[in-house]
């Protein structure tokens, strides 16, 4: 049974609250309720709640709605098999779904996808066909092939079924959490936020809406500023999950209703909240899915004091580039720091540095000793030394008591002096 009461004036049929309940009941026996978490280790003033969508099958929230989309399928659209593009996550929802109704899938992913998630996918059963490019590589050449064949095209986020499943989320969400009052969302294309944002405003809209998106690819964040679906010229980011060049038509139709901000992180802020996520709360997610931790732990939104829900969206972060983003992260926050100090080449000088470092509790794992330079006096020397230090003030005090021992400091890792 459909559960649709409105028809967009193009013919469209639209979204329901009745249809997002219809979603939830089919996915009640195929996917997990995932556990909302109170995250009181986070650095930040409002009272952080975790939706942990990074534990759901799949590892990630994009089963819902790629499971839902499947489910409405009649049995001459099945027969015909499915097709989908997907930097990852949609890829194994689809898989999965098409695992268990027994129906052909051939999927489209870019080739600078992890390849945890391309294995993962394959595990599922379906055919893999690499693109090289991004997400919009991918998806015009899944278009082309559904041209080819015939076979159902399932749309990663700018479809009503797709959009309606991940709107199960805040369903949820109003069940665990009957006084929130604000809900953080990361954005790709737009379906997540599409689905959560048209349900908690039809249920509670009083509570606020919030986006983030990755700077290198803010393309529903540039979309809103301009009033109009904006295409990107490339996009940049280690969230894969959310590269995305241009939001949908229904998605950015959505966001723009119903989304009360969408602000930017920039890379270093995402492997940041990866690293508090996973040293303060023994989570983990890839980078789409820490942007909206990222959005909180940042200060991007007015939430001090505010019972506020961070969808943490998936988890599925190859472990290559998880070591990358963990001493990322710890470069932004100064818990690892470099300093280069120009001195004069003679014995004792490391042994004094070295001293005045552990008098302020900072632990030396790396010295390089280089000669200076032709601009340098011939006894000159560099000392390049890697330190485990606290924070960013911590780096700035040593940086300070090398420099009344009448050491040159000449670069440090961050240049930012922390607020005193």
């Not at 095209?153 to 665990?176: K, M, S």
């Not at 990222?294 to 001090?304: S, V, Y």
């Not at 030396?364 to 924070?391: A, P, Y």
Request: hydrophobic share 40%.
């Amino acid at each position: 049974m459909l559960y649709y009461s409105k028809i967009r004036g193009n013919g469209v049929k639209m979204l329901t609250i009745d249809k997002v309940k219809d979603a939830a009941n089919v996915l009640s026996e195929a996917i997990r309720k995932t556990d909302l978490i109170y995250a009181s280790a986070l650095p930040n003033h409002a009272k952080i709640y975790l939706k942990a969508e990074n534990l759901q099958i799949t590892g990630s929230f994009k089963v819902r709605g790629a499971y839902y989309k499947i489910s409405q399928l009649s049995e001459e659209q099945k027969n015909k098999g499915i097709i989908a593009c997907s930097a990852g996550n949609h890829a194994q929802g689809v898989a999965l779904a098409a695992q268990r109704n027994n129906i052909k899938a051939t999927i489209f992913i870019p080739s600078t996808a992890p390849i945890s998630k391309i294995e993962a996918t394959r595990k599922f059963g379906a055919e893999i066909k690499l693109v090289d490019g991004v997400y919009d590589d991918a998806y015009n050449e899944a278009v082309k092939f559904q041209k080819e064949t015939g076979a159902e095209f399932i749309h990663p986020f700018d479809d009503e079924d797709v959009i309606a499943g991940q709107g199960t989320i805040a369903l949820e969400l109003l069940e665990q959490l009957p006084q929130i009052d604000a809900v953080i969302v990361p954005i790709g294309g737009g379906g997540l936020i599409s689905g959560i944002a048209y349900v908690i405003k039809q249920l509670k809209p009083e509570c606020k809406v919030y986006g983030v998106q990755a700077a290198g690819a803010g393309s529903m964040y540039h979309s809103i500023e301009c009033r109009k679906r904006t295409e990107l010229s490339r996009v940049s980011t280690f969230a894969d999950g959310t590269a995305v060049k241009m939001p949908g038509v229904n998605t950015f139709d959505y966001c723009n209703k119903y989304v009360d901000k969408i602000e930017l992180v920039n890379d270093d802020e995402v492997a940041t909240a990866i690293l508090e996520l996973l040293e303060r709360q023994k989570l983990i997610a890839e980078g789409a899915g820490a942007l909206s931790v990222a959005g909180a732990i940042f200060n991007k939104f007015p939430i001090e004091g505010k019972n506020t829900v961070c969808v943490v969206s998936g988890g599925n972060i190859d472990v290559n580039i998880l070591s990358r983003v963990i001493n990322r992260g710890l470069l932004k926050t100064g818990r690892l720091s470099d300093i280069t100090i120009e001195l004069l080449d003679k014995p004792g000088q490391l042994k004094e540095v070295s001293q005045i470092i552990a008098e302020h509790g900072a632990n030396v794992i790396r010295v390089r000793h280089n000669q200076g330079g032709e601009n340098t006096d011939i006894n000159d020397c560099f000392l390049k030394i890697s330190m485990e230090t606290k924070n960013l003030r911590h780096v700035c005090e040593i940086k300070r008591a090398l420099q009344n021992s009448g050491y040159r400091v000449i670069s440090e890792y961050s240049r930012v002096e922390p607020k005193e």
